[in-house]
């Protein structure tokens, strides 16, 4: 057993775990608004983080693009919620997923068309140089989990403690006595919209300077994102990064270790592993288990 | 009376003959999908999904083709170019070739993309016999002109590739320790296959590890190769995740000798993102100018290139090899197509391309040639070592022929 | 650390169809509904029969891949639509009934028409084995085992130590049958008759099925598990059972699927395909069977037109026509059809 190879391999999950955290959060967040996953997240992400880009190309400052960004995609968010969804407001579950759907086939092609296929870099704010380990978690790396543990301090201060997350909540949770409670659900929603692509936004641009940005780069993302979310507990924003980190070191570790299936089957023994753990805790680790009314 | 009908006799003479010889001199011939004003080409390409990166090499053909239409056509004929989007999905690949041969009547199909897409429909366009031209994959089945006398390759094969590759290292670092990192599916599995094949055994491999393209990043593989003990690096990735290893490698100090693939040679698209720094002393192979290389500034075909991307193809990226790719395989089918002349029926289609000899194009590296035969289908087997001094590729050694025991 | 308390009712991932038709006696335009309903049957019957002499071998072609995805839908449809259990994962069912009749028509030469029993056999099973363990899970995170399941698939399906039955990456060409007894019809009609009796059967079956108790006890599951469960239905054995019935016929049109586009690879049944299919389910209307006809039509056609808008932007103007149709059809062909039949029966009275 190489003691050294399986701690690389752990720093190294936790680097790319970092970036399942980030994006496990945006899902968390659009799930605790309006109870389902949106596939498009991870091309909103995707899709601000070119936005990002084109503002620096254009000459903008790293910070100055950063939170023009943010601003923009949280309106972006808010907006597409307000358009593309009222009017199938009463439409079934199952139509509302195809529109997610459309969407992310929409943004996909836009941000080719615009930007084309051909990888582009993304600077860092932190520096390239080695933080732990020779090189195995960078200065990238660190500074990437510093802020998503920021952006979870923050979301957990926003639920807990402040009134319009309480009033999000109460929407998500119940939106029939929250209307009569006085909440405006449908604004409630379009928050949440905004705040998930916000925060894919920031993501996305933490992101990009690890896999180098193109419109494809989010997809295997979103996916583990999704993975690391459930298997956390969807409703808990904390459950979702400790799923990011566990998803990152699980992967890593079973691609290096596990004998003749381990290096062609890393994903879906990473699946399996998410599933097992569902199949014990069917509502994740971490989250509220359902209790329904008959 | 008797003039008269002298006359109309002559004249029903002079008709007659008139046909005769107007039938023998013209000697047109046609398939389906080529007249007098019109050659009809197919082709199917990513234009969507996860392989559309590659779609650029559809859009630049077609603007080609707008070129040449503008600057007078073949031999007189405009070429219509109907190009759709397969998505990489094998039995999209299918209705869409069979929509081009059936619906659209193309003369032929020229630079389909992809090995499972070409591989399934490559029976049904030997049934049909309909030429399945230049194929946009460097897989070695290619040039089986027996069993399959209307499919032919273009690029050079990624066996060929890796044949040179361990060429290379048996001269030069016999003593190494190889670690592979391949795309998990046909055209890493090849390449790798190629490398295996021209070591026969000589050398060990300690570590070859696959990704698969919904990989996020690949450094956990390079995390182990490093540990693996490996002093040679062949790096068979796609240019996004060859960016993402040079650059993981040099993060965490592992300094092999790194030999890749030439699909990510590209100096703008590949190694400007990973650093240049990082990317010294990177060993690869090539048969075409890199377009972001500094060396072929003042070059006339590279600026004709230029000139023709600037004025049909603005929006394509001049970084990426990918146009270049896509020109100089347009070159190719208009040269097969002029060496038709008259006679465009596909049998003939077939017997010009492989009756290419010592074919020039501008873009390709000097020395490199493309030929063909009646017994080779190969039209290009020849490559040129290079190595990245941080700014641009220097040629090392001689122009290599990646040798295959015929297929 | 949670920061909002989970819903307090359940949500199922799939709402029943909330227009109801009216009776069987309802009149329109002076015949009853049940009288229209056989005269649909009749000439979608006539139209589906006449049709391949008609038109172009390539449009035969398409209109056969057209039944296969119908096929697939109407898997998906069973288990989502009629037991309310949500699937991401049917390209992986798909994938094995396409395998299974490869494997079987290349490596023991056996005919095509001998391996669509055995790829649904093969389904059935694998389907309910992976029912059983999926009990436990609802909604999303049943979504995301299956979506697992569609993932693994083309992984699976290119692991080098099976290479020697899969193909690996390169895949398995398959020979595409002639017209037997020397019929005089082109190997395309040959197939598209075979497909469409196939298909045929297989929609006989499902009708009788969602009809029969059985049929009964899925959609009560569906629309309150809990309550069916206290009613006497053995609903793990109903869930499990309705994913394997579901994934044995996806399975069958992926064999069928097989044998029409003559080839089968890994990138052919990624989860690209497993989203083609539910887009296809909704479109189509879930819960309805015929609906899923137009799922497929739909599947096979809309990236066409799509591509013939804009090669460039395909993709957005899909997004774009997928937009539109649920705007104009939210709960999909079928609840459109629904809504227009009850308004006109409802104008008679």
New interface residues.
Partial sequence: M?W??LL??VL??L??GG?YACIALAVVMI??AI???NFAQGEMAMFSTFIAWQLMNWGCPYWVAFVLTIAISFVGGLAIERI?FK??H??????H???F??????I???A??IW??????FPTPFG?R?LIG???I?AHDGGMIGVTLVLLLL??LF??HTRI?LA??AA???PESARLAGIRVGWMVALGWGMAAAIGAVAGML?AP???L????M???L??G??AA?VG???????AVIGGFSVGVI??VA??FIP??G??????IA??L??AV??VK???L????????? | MLLHRIGLTATAALGVAALVVGTTVAEKKYDTGATDTEIKIGNTNPYSGPASAYGTIGKTITAFFNKVNAEGGINGRKVNFISYDDGYSPPKTVEQARKLVESDEVLFLFNTLGTPPNTAIQKYMNSKKVPQLFVATGATKWGDHKDFPWTMGWQPTYQAEGHIYAKYLLEHHPQGKIGILYQNDDYGKDYVKGLKDGLVGKMPIVAELPYETTDPTVDSQIVSLKASGADVFFNVTTPKFAAQAIKKSAEIGWKPIHLLNNVSQSVGGVLQPAGLENSKGILSSYYLKDPTDPQWKDDAAYKDWVAFMEKYYPEGDRTSTFPVYGYTASQTVVQVLKQCGDELTRANVMKQAANLKDLSLGMLLPGVKINTSATDWYPIKQMQMQQFDGQRWIPIGPILSGELSGT | MEAAPAAIEATTAATPSVVRLPPAQAVIGGLTLARWRQLAIIAAVVVAVVLPFFVKNFLVFQLTLAIVYALAILGLNLLTGFNGQFSLGHSAFYAIGAYTAAIMMDKWDIDYYWTLPVAGVVCLVSGFLFGLPALRLEGIYLALATFALAIAAPQILKFSPLEHWTGGVQGIVVIKPDAPFGLPLTSDQWIYFFTLGVAAVLYICAVNLVNSRTGRAMKAIRDNAIAAGAMGVNVSLYKSLTFGVSALYTGIAGALGAVVAGFVAPDSFTFTLSIQLFVGLVVGGVGSIPGTLFGGLFALFAPNVAESVSKGLAGAVYGVILILVIYVMPSGAAGLVRLIVSKLARSER
């Fill in positions: 190489n050294e190879l690389h391999q190294a999950g680097a790319t970036i799930y605790q109870d389902h996953l593309v009017p199938i009463d439409a079934p579950v199952l139509s997923i195809v529109v759907i459309a969407l992310f086939s929409i996909n092609s836009l080719g068309w084309d296929y051909t990888i582009k870099e390239t080695s020779d090189g195995l960078s979301l957990y639920f807990r997350g999000m909540r998500a949770a119940n992101i690890v896999v180098f193109e419109p494809n780069m997809l295997g993302i996916l583990y999704f993975a459930v507990g969807l409703t808990s924003p904390g459950g992967e890593n691609g290096t003749y299936f290096r062609e089957l890393k994903l879906t699946l399996v998410i599933v569902l199949l069917p509502s994740g971490f989250g509220r288990t359902v209790v329904s009314r008959v």
